[in-house]
């Protein structure tokens, strides 16, 4: 049975949604570079709002100089925000499906949520690195190389964590 995913109607019930969402996360924050994405995400009025939060960090950052070096530093800076994030989603996921049973199993026999959700985390892990490294490959004979590797790994690294943050919301509406 294919489920739908829950949509949640009121602003103010998604706006506690997404608090809770980032509440381990706000735990884990390590620098004030993190507020940014953060408020961003918790203002976001649905999940394609939240796309706009990508380079709530390093957007401000390359205003401020433009050295390959820094713009590097600036994506470099915004992918740690993004992967502290995209860690308590994925182990506030690994939480949420711990109890579900494998569709249609009785048995015990199948695949359980999680070890899907920890083969799905590899293999996009895998992808990101390749798709990245690809990336680089095609500029490798210039200065832009070194910005480019830093911008791919935080631009997937957000949309994996706005990935994941969508799936646990949909599993809390359920």
């Given at each position: 049975?294919?489920?739908?995913?829950?949509?949640?109607?009121?602003?103010?019930?998604?706006?506690?949604?997404?608090?809770?969402?980032l509440?381990?996360?706000?735990?884990a924050?390590?620098?004030?570079?993190?507020?940014?994405?953060?408020?961003?995400?918790?203002?976001?009025?649905?999940?394609?709002?939240?796309?706009?939060?990508?380079?709530a960090?390093?957007?401000?950052?390359?205003?401020?100089?433009?050295?390959?070096?820094?713009?590097?530093?600036?994506?470099?800076?915004?992918?740690?925000?993004?992967?502290?994030?995209?860690n308590?989603?994925?182990?506030?996921?690994?939480?949420?499906?711990?109890?579900?049973?494998?569709p249609?199993?009785?048995?015990?026999?199948?695949?359980?949520p999680?070890?899907?959700?920890?083969?799905?985390?590899?293999?996009?892990?895998?992808?990101?690195?390749?798709d990245?490294?690809?990336?680089?490959?095609?500029?490798?004979?210039?200065?832009?190389?070194?910005?480019?590797?830093?911008?791919?790994?935080?631009?997937?690294?957000?949309?994996?964590t706005?990935?994941?943050?969508?799936?646990?919301?949909?599993?809390?509406?359920?």
């Amino acid at each position: 049975m294919c489920r739908q995913p829950v949509r949640l109607g009121s602003g103010t019930m998604i706006a506690a949604l997404i608090l809770a969402l980032l509440a381990p996360a706000a735990a884990a924050q390590d620098t004030a570079e993190d507020a940014p994405v953060a408020d961003c995400l918790v203002a976001a009025p649905d999940p394609e709002a939240r796309r706009a939060c990508i380079g709530a960090v390093s957007e401000p950052c390359l205003a401020t100089d433009q050295t390959t070096y820094r713009i590097a530093s600036c994506f470099e800076a915004e992918l740690v925000v993004w992967d502290r994030l995209l860690n308590a989603r994925y182990t506030d996921l690994l939480d949420t499906v711990a109890g579900l049973a494998p569709p249609g199993d009785t048995s015990g026999s199948a695949v359980s949520p999680q070890d899907d959700l920890r083969t799905a985390q590899r293999a996009w892990i895998a992808f990101r690195d390749a798709d990245c490294r690809q990336e680089v490959n095609l500029w490798s004979d210039g200065s832009i190389a070194r910005m480019i590797g830093p911008e791919c790994l935080m631009r997937h690294t957000a949309l994996r964590t706005l990935d994941l943050t969508a799936k646990a919301e949909a599993l809390a509406g359920r």
